[in-house]
């Protein structure tokens, strides 16, 4: 409490994150690796010296390379750093860490994002090294990593939307949810996306049922007054602010009980202000689908909570709310076959009826449709929201294209006894964040039992990124370190405190450099 006291008598304009990372790190980390120093009036916190950690982490035996810094990449380090003599070099394209976190994750979900936490404990570990703004390909070559170290983890996540592959899809205002969430969430690829929300419909479709496409939701519906107390991008709050759009349509294949968003995230639709939240659906549907209480004790816990909420919803679809400018309408049993254009952009996507073969099980296909009675559902912006795919990093890497995913066992990259594989690129990109922590953890454990059990190849001397650096120095990349970001995230704190907001992120890649140039 002493040493507590002190830090707050010297540090009182401090942001209270910045100081209480700093007090849990100094009260779980090694104290001697710290030091504290005032900067800027603002409390910082340094490695002590990059050259005394190199030579730390070189002194270990073993050498791993995390390709990816998002929730797989540091879950599976956190997991293979319970071993003592291995040390792990995380590289990741873009100049700053946490991938999912920072980039995927709703910025009305801060809560989600604490995770950043017990990343940061991984990333400032002695035997952790965190090499940012690395382009795997072009800085480094994938066989140049393979060289260096006794074992590459791939997670990298998926980079490629699923596409509908109907007429119209390339029309403007036609975009995917990924796309969407990297501009809002200030992905700098996607800073300058080009979207329209004030067309002259007032409506929005979103094709696809998940998590992703009720958050694309919830961020064109919630009121400018509570987005702007998030960490959403600025120019993102701009645009939301004057949008036009009042009213939301979200589109799935099949029925409301295999749709795959969470109920967490449903319930979080139906509290909107100002948003009234329906399903619109047609009578011989509600009849072959009724929720009474029979069919809900039927369903598994999960699904019965859901399937409650359901039925408050439908009970009172047909009450239009008169104190709700808003509405966010669900529909089910549709499949679009045609986006259609008011040059040259989208006006309305045309879509046909499907019939299941069961309306209950979670499971259930698709058996039949409706050809001869088509629907068409106008729209000024229309997101496509039904998933995304990895890609092969290099292409020597056992591959299912159709899947997505690099071929693996168990996270064990096949016919490849020194590659791994996490998060989406090995499994597919489906769940929460706590998915991919248990898989990652597994992960972690199959490296670590391939080392003891010798299956992996560790008498062959690895020199890790002393043999990395060089390369790096000779092709002139422009890196990234975790002393780097830790000064970039005060920076962003300091900016969105000024907003007040949790942090303004900074979307372009030459503002973050000057940004670093400041401290050196």
């Not at 749709?259 to 009234?276: G, Q, S, V, W, Y």
Request: glycine share 6%; aromatic share 8%; hydrophobic share 35%.
């Amino acid at each position: 409490m002493l040493i507590i006291k002190r830090l707050l008598t010297k540090c009182r304009n401090v942001d209270i994150n910045c100081f209480l990372s700093i007090v849990e790190s100094s009260l779980l980390l090694k104290c001697n690796r710290y030091r504290f120093y005032n900067l800027n009036n603002h409390c910082q916190r340094s490695l002590s010296s990059s050259a005394t950690n190199d030579t730390k982490s070189n002194n270990c035996k073993y050498k791993i390379a995390i390709i990816g810094s998002g929730p797989a990449g540091f879950y599976t380090s956190q997991q293979l750093l319970k071993y003592p003599n291995l040390n792990v070099d995380i590289y990741e394209k873009f100049p700053v860490p946490f991938g999912l976190v920072r980039f995927g994750v709703a910025p009305d979900h801060q809560e989600v994002k604490n995770v950043i936490n017990s990343f940061t404990k991984v990333a400032t570990n002695d035997r952790t090294r965190f090499i940012g703004n690395i382009n795997i390909g072009t800085d480094i070559t994938f066989q140049e990593l393979r060289d260096a170290y006794h074992a590459v983890v791939l997670c990298y996540g998926s980079s490629q939307d699923a596409m509908l592959n109907i007429p119209g899809e390339s029309l403007g205002n036609v975009i995917s949810a990924r796309r969407f969430v990297g501009w809002y969430n200030g992905i700098p690829q996607d800073k300058d996306l080009e979207l329209s929300l004030n067309t002259s419909c007032n409506t929005a479709i979103i094709i696809g049922q998940g998590n992703v496409a009720l958050d694309c939701a919830r961020i064109l519906l919630t009121p400018p007054d509570i987005l702007k107390k998030t960490d959403i991008t600025s120019h993102a709050f701009r645009k939301l602010s004057n949008s036009n759009i009042r009213r939301v349509v979200i589109i799935g294949r099949r029925g409301p009980l295999q749709a795959a968003f969470k109920i967490k995230e449903f319930r979080e639709l139906t509290k909107m202000p100002d948003c009234h939240v329906r399903f619109d659906w047609s009578q011989s549907i509600r009849e072959r689908l009724d929720f009474n209480d029979k069919l809900i004790d039927s369903l598994p816990r999960s699904r019965r909570r859901l399937a409650q909420l359901y039925r408050q919803i439908i009970d009172g679809s047909n009450k239009m709310r008169d104190d709700c400018s808003k509405e966010c309408l669900f529909k089910f049993f549709l499949t679009p076959i045609e986006i259609c254009p008011e040059s040259p952009m989208v006006a309305s996507v045309r879509l046909k009826q499907n019939l299941l073969d069961d309306y209950i099980r979670e499971d259930a296909k698709i058996i039949d449709t409706c050809d001869n009675k088509l629907i068409e559902e106008p729209c000024g912006i229309l997101i496509r929201s039904i998933g995304y795919r990895s890609v092969p990093l290099d292409p020597s890497l056992p591959f299912d294209n159709r899947r997505g995913i690099i071929l693996n066992q168990q996270g064990r990259v096949i016919d490849n006894p020194d590659l791994y594989c996490s998060g989406w690129a090995a499994f597919g990109a489906t769940g929460v964040i706590v998915n991919t922590m248990s898989a990652s953890f597994e992960v972690g454990k199959n490296i670590l039992n391939d080392i003891q059990d010798g299956r992996l190849d560790t008498e062959t001397i690895k020199r890790g990124y002393d043999q990395i650096r060089p390369i790096l120095e000779k092709r002139q990349a422009n890196i990234i370190d975790f002393v780097d970001w830790t000064r970039i995230d005060q920076f962003e704190r300091e900016q969105g405190r000024k907003e007040g907001k949790p942090r303004e992120k900074i979307v372009s890649v030459d503002q973050i450099f000057d940004v670093k140039k400041k401290f050196e």
